[in-house]
Every structure is written in C-alpha cells, then in structure tokens.
T-cell receptor, first 116, second 111 residues
Framework: NAGVMQNPRHLVRRRGQEARLRCSPMKGHSHVYWYRQLPEEGLKFMVYLQKENIIDESGMPKERFSAEFPKEGPSILRIQQVVRGDSAAYFCASSPTRLFHSYEQYFGPGTRLTVT | QKEVEQNSGPLSVPEGAIASLNCTYS??????FFWYRQYSGKSPELIMS????GDKEDGRFTAQLNKASQYVSLLIRDSQPSDSATYLC???????????FGTGTSLTVIP
C-alpha cells in the first residue's frame, strides 16, 4: 500500500491521558499536514511539517498539542492531558515537494480519537 | 469572513442528472483549487485540482474556475448513487502552506 498510513485508526483515552497519533506519508512525499475534523464541521488545518522541521503550526492550539516529523520514522501528533473537546477525527495528508508546484494533498484514513 | 464558503446543502439530484457544486473564496491571492469527495466516516479523496481560469474536465467531472469572481465549481455529469457524498472545496495560497477547506456540500443522488 503506497498510500498515506495512519495509526491507530481508533483511539480511546480518558481525560488527562496522552494521545499519540502517527502518520507515514506516501512514498516520495516529504510534506506532511495534520488536520482536525469535528462532527458536521470542515477540516481545520493544524500544522505543516517537513522532515525535522515545523514549517507552519499556526493552526495548532498553543497548549497540550505538539507535532514532529523526525528524520527517521513517522510524523507524530501528540496531545497531552486530553479533554473531551479533543474528541475528533484527525487526518494526516502528504504532498510531494513543492519544487515542482505540485500542491495536491493526499489524505490518510484518519484516527478517530474519543476522550471519555 | 470565512476563507472558503460552500452551500452546505443537502443537494439532491436524480440519477443521470448533472450535479453542480459551488464554492467561493475570499483571498484574491489564492492560486490552487481542489475538490475532494468524502464519504461518511471516511477520509477526503482528491477528485480534481485546477490552477488556471476556465474549465478542466476529467471523466464525468468538470471543474470551473473564475478568479475574477473568486468562484470555483464542480460539475458531475451522469450522476450516480455512488456519487452521494460530501464534497469539499479547498483553496491554497501560492505562498502559503495551508489549505483552507469549506465545510462541504452534501450531495445525494436519488436512484
């Protein structure tokens, strides 16, 4: 499967626990984006990363949320001390290098986070 | 003002008809435009991208872009029940990193 991979697909956490969401981009893609989607709402941009760099985190809440894309391994979105309002679908998307003006983003299957 | 606006619908069309989905955007610096389809409980799937004014056709789908009017649309010809989904419009500034998504239009194709 050469598509964007995310795991876990479903994650249940109790309030106050930490949630770690993982994303492996499509082969050959070096740009990763994280989005959050609440029920009946649109996709909200959170953060844009390249390998070892956070390029744009303007959509990320200032507290409890962090993201990384290490040199080796998947991108990780971390939510500390989760609250019920964090329950949502979190989607990762990847795109090839923008050098060739290809801005198309391809989405993974998402992680459904439920905070109890 | 929202960056990207779509009529939330629901839009219902009979099978075989043309479905027309519309999207307006606020930032004149927007350069790249995309249509995604999202089935309930699934992730968005890229259908079309368009970068220049005019029409772009791909099978039963036609994207139309009018930058002067800040308007992009998606036409689905010979609509099928399997086209029933939510269609998301996305816009990207050439110098920016974010995609701005509309809230989507729900389409139902009635057999």
């Amino acid at each position: 499967n050469a598509g964007v991979m995310q795991n876990p697909r479903h994650l249940v956490r109790r309030r106050g626990q930490e949630a770690r969401l993982r994303c492996s981009p499509m082969k050959g893609h070096s740009h990763v984006y994280w989005y959050r989607q609440l029920p009946e709402e649109g996709l909200k941009f959170m953060v844009y990363l390249q390998k070892e760099n956070i390029i744009d985190e303007s959509g990320m809440p200032k507290e409890r949320f962090s993201a990384e894309f290490p040199k080796e391994g998947p991108s990780i979105l971390r939510i500390q001390q989760v609250v019920r309002g964090d329950s949502a679908a979190y989607f990762c998307a990847s795109s090839p290098t923008r050098l060739f003006h290809s801005y198309e983003q391809y989405f993974g299957p998402g992680t459904r986070l439920t905070v109890t | 003002q929202k960056e990207v606006e779509q009529n939330s619908g629901p839009l219902s069309v009979p099978e075989g008809a043309i479905a027309s989905l519309n999207c307006t955007y606020s930032d004149r610096g927007s350069q790249s435009f995309f249509w995604y389809r999202q089935y309930s409980g699934k992730s968005p799937e890229l259908i079309m991208s368009i970068y220049s004014n005019g029409d772009k056709e791909d099978g039963r789908f036609t994207a139309q872009l009018n930058k002067a009017s800040q308007y992009v649309s998606l036409l689905i010809r010979d609509s099928q029940p399997s086209d029933s989904a939510t269609y998301l419009c996305a816009v990207n500034l050439d110098t920016g990193n974010q995609f701005y998504f509309g809230t989507g239009t729900s389409l139902t194709v009635i057999p």
